[in-house]
């Protein structure tokens, strides 16, 4: 089977690669850099749709969603496999990641018309995203300073996102299905600076900062000021309940309990280590 995998050098599609090779699958990889993708022995570098099967789509390493799945479906591909986000329904001016570039609204509408099968992967928050929020406070100090306490999401390891869309390219049995897709657990800011510490062996204490001071210093470190803005009202609005509480869809799909963050921080511990240890 021929998989197209659109975003390849990217964090969840150098792991849904992986994923894909260890499955026996014909990976073709589309890349904006192949000089540079570093991508496994045996991908294909390019992204035509020659002898395809099946496509996962980015939405962020495609321009025209409906021309992209038009031509692919044209020259016989069969299935589309997107990548979207759970505040995908949200008004538009609500989902921060638009302001990082990502089009989940328009990708996932383009897989449905598409004429394809199709999954959709309506994803919650990304485990990696700690790792910018919280790593260079906990590699400099045992002081993490935060918004929101208490405001609680179900980050989702993307090695368990990564599987669940090979089983989606490689199988029929999510055809037709937008899967929301988180971790097992909900946690707190402060709680999951708490399992950072306890993993690394260190005493690390949260501090609750303004919206005002962490939008300042987080637009200082170079992050858009339009995503750290809906970033902030994001959590005020939902600081009193999890946005999105915890669906269990990764462990049905899978067959197997979804990884827990403390498992996510155990294998990713070097965003947090200071240098030395």
């Known amino acids: 089977m021929a998989i197209l995998v659109t975003g390849a050098t990217g964090l969840v599609g150098r792991l849904l690669v992986e994923e894909l090779i260890g499955r026996g699958a014909d990976v073709r990889a589309a890349t904006r850099r192949p000089e540079t993708a570093g991508l496994p022995e045996g991908v294909t570098l390019g992204g ?91 590699r400099g100090g045992d002081v993490v300073r935060y918004v929101y306490a208490t405001f609680e999401e179900a980050p989702i390891d993307e090695r368990d996102l990564a599987a669940v869309a090979a089983r989606a390219l490689t199988g029929d049995e999510q055809d037709g299905r937008r899967l929301e897709l988180t971790g097992p657990q909900s946690l707190s800011h402060e709680a999951m600076v708490s399992i950072i510490g306890t993993v690394l062996g ?67 511990a070097e965003a947090f280590r200071r240098a030395g240890e």
């Open 202 to 268: 260190r005493p690390l204490r949260f501090e609750e900062i303004p919206p005002a001071a962490a939008i300042e210093g987080m637009t200082a470190a170079g992050m858009p000021r339009g995503f750290v803005t809906a970033l902030m009202e994001r959590y005020a609005r939902h600081q009193d309940k999890p946005q999105h509480p915890t669906t269990g869809v990764v462990a049905t799909v899978l067959g197997r309990p979804a990884s827990t963050y403390a498992q996510w921080v155990a294998a990713n």
């Open 48 to 138: 035509g749709f020659e002898g395809v099967d099946a496509v996962f789509l980015h939405p962020r390493a495609v321009g025209d969603y409906d021309e992209f799945l038009a031509e692919a479906r044209w020259h016989g591909v069969r299935k589309v496999v997107a990548l979207s986000a759970m505040n995908v329904d949200d008004p538009l001016e609500e989902q921060p990641s638009r302001q990082a570039g990502d089009r989940n609204k328009e990708a996932e509408a383009a897989a449905v018309a598409s004429g394809l099968s199709w999954t959709s992967l309506r994803a919650s928050t990304f485990a990696s995203n700690t790792a910018r929020a919280f790593g260079p406070q906990v």
